[in-house]
C-alpha cells in the first residue's frame, strides 16, 4: 500500500492543524493505521493509532488534544491536532500495517509495514 501525507504547515502555539493520509493499493479497511512525528535531533516517536475497528490509542502527549479518525470509503486517516505547542514541531509520519493485533506494540514504528513520505509541522510562538 501506498501512502501520501498532507496538511502540515506553519502554526501559531494554541492553534489547530488537520493532517490527512491518503492509502492507495491495498484494502484500506484491513489496516491499522499509525501517526509517528520526528523532531529535529530525535528519534521518531508514537502519536497515535487507529485499528481496523476504528479503535484508537494515543501517547501520553497527544491524549486530549489530538484526534484520530478514518474513512474506509475515502482510503483515508485523519490527525486533527489541536492546542499544539512548540513541543509538537516535527515531521509527522502515517504508517501502515495489515493484520495487526491488540496485542502488538502498536506504538513501535517497527510494527508498521508501510510508510508515508511526513509532513512538516512548525508550531511558532
Known amino acids: 500500500v501506498q501512502l501520501q501525507a498532507s496538511g502540515g504547515g506553519l502554526v501559531q502555539v494554541g492553534g489547530s492543524l488537520r493532517l490527512s493520509c491518503a492509502a492507495s493499493?491495498?484494502?484500506?479497511?484491513?489496516?491499522?493505521m499509525g501517526w509517528f512525528r520526528q523532531a529535529p535531533g530525535k528519534e521518531r516517536e508514537f502519536v497515535g493509532v487507529?485499528?481496523?475497528?476504528?479503535?484508537?490509542n494515543y501517547a501520553d502527549s497527544a491524549k486530549g488534544r489530538f484526534t484520530i479518525s478514518r474513512d474506509n470509503a475515502k482510503n483515508a486517516v485523519y490527525l486533527q491536532m489541536n492546542s499544539l505547542n512548540a513541543e509538537d514541531t516535527a515531521v509527522y509520519y502515517c504508517?501502515?500495517?495489515?493484520?495487526?493485533?491488540?496485542?502488538?506494540?502498536?506504538?513501535?514504528?517497527?510494527?508498521?509495514?508501510?510508510w508515508g513520505q511526513g509532513t512538516q509541522v512548525t508550531v511558532s510562538s
Open positions: 504508517a501502515a500495517r495489515r493484520g495487526m493485533i491488540r496485542s502488538a506494540p502498536y506504538y513501535s514504528s517497527e510494527e508498521y509495514h508501510y
Open positions: 487507529i485499528w481496523w475497528s476504528g479503535h484508537t
Open positions: 493499493g491495498g484494502t484500506f479497511r484491513q489496516y491499522t
